[in-house]
């Protein structure tokens, strides 16, 4: 059998069988949990088919499980939308059940009917060299940095146009700058640096702009408005 997970995590839902959790996080694990500073950040989701498929579609010809795509409206994307949660193209499935060998995880995928699926979210790094008469070109939000939105003929245009792949998005939001993770200071790194090393995790691939974020408001119900990168 392979190696199963270790971690601290939110209970699971009423009605699912109950069986401990480790007491203890292993090294690995706890700086996986501290967001964005091992490369790595982690999050649940409960299922319960019942016959109906899990809704997502996985790369399985590497070592890892790498969701390709998430179908709308499916299980999965329903559970994401109730839970205030998003699973993106990129993300790569951690565990299942406990389980993090490749095998074990498929077959309990496809055998058990309750799934517990840790999900690592995908983390992209982008270096950007500042350029005369070009701005950087994104307003992020003031409380969370996530990018609200993307000048074009900007820098971040241009990166997005040379390397689609790795396409900095509407939604992405930024852990570090320069290795600096303090929002302020990662601020004054954009304003002072000629080179960039951006840092940042991937957002739901849903049109964000005109979409209003509960969780980021100015208290009358309204998104703040946004911060606009210095260069």
């Known amino acids: 059998m392979g190696a199963k997970c270790c971690t601290e995590r939110k209970p699971r839902p009423r009605g699912w069988d109950d069986k401990p959790f480790p007491s203890k996080m292993t090294t690995s694990l706890r700086h996986a949990w501290a967001e964005g500073l091992s490369g790595c950040i982690l999050y649940e989701v409960f299922l319960e088919k019942e016959d109906e498929p899990i809704g997502f579609e996985l790369e399985t010809d590497t070592s890892a499980l790498t969701v390709k795509a998430v179908t709308p409206d499916g299980l999965l994307d329903r559970y994401c939308k109730q839970e205030d949660e998003f699973v993106c193209p990129g993300d790569r499935i951690y565990s299942v059940n406990d389980f993090t060998d490749k095998s074990d995880m498929m077959r309990q995928l496809k055998e058990?009917?309750?799934?517990?699926?840790?999900?690592?979210?995908?983390?992209?790094?982008?270096?950007?060299?500042?350029?005369?008469?070009?701005?950087?070109?994104?307003?992020?939000?003031?409380?969370?940095?996530?990018?609200?939105?993307?000048?074009?003929?900007?820098?971040?245009?241009?990166?997005?146009?040379?390397?689609?792949?790795?396409?900095?998005?509407?939604?992405?939001?930024?852990?570090?700058?320069?290795?600096?993770?303090?929002?302020?200071?990662?601020?004054?790194?954009?304003?002072?640096?000629?080179?960039?090393?951006?840092?940042?995790?991937?957002?739901?691939?849903?049109?964000?702009?005109?979409?209003?974020?509960?969780?980021?408001?100015?208290?009358?119900?309204?998104?703040?408005?946004p911060e606009k990168w210095r260069t």
């Open 112 to 225: 058990q009917q309750k799934l517990e699926i840790v999900f690592s979210k995908l983390i992209i790094e982008v270096k950007i060299l500042k350029r005369p008469g070009k701005k950087l070109g994104a307003a992020t939000d003031p409380k969370t940095f996530t990018i609200l939105k993307i000048a074009e003929e900007s820098l971040i245009d241009d990166w997005n146009k040379q390397y689609p792949k790795d396409r900095i998005c509407i939604g992405d939001t930024v852990l570090a700058v320069n290795g600096v993770v303090d929002k302020d200071k990662a601020v004054q790194e954009i304003a002072s640096k000629e080179e960039l090393l951006l840092r940042m995790v991937r957002g739901p691939r849903r049109e964000m702009e005109g979409v209003k974020d509960t969780k980021s408001t100015d208290g009358k119900g309204k998104p703040p408005a």
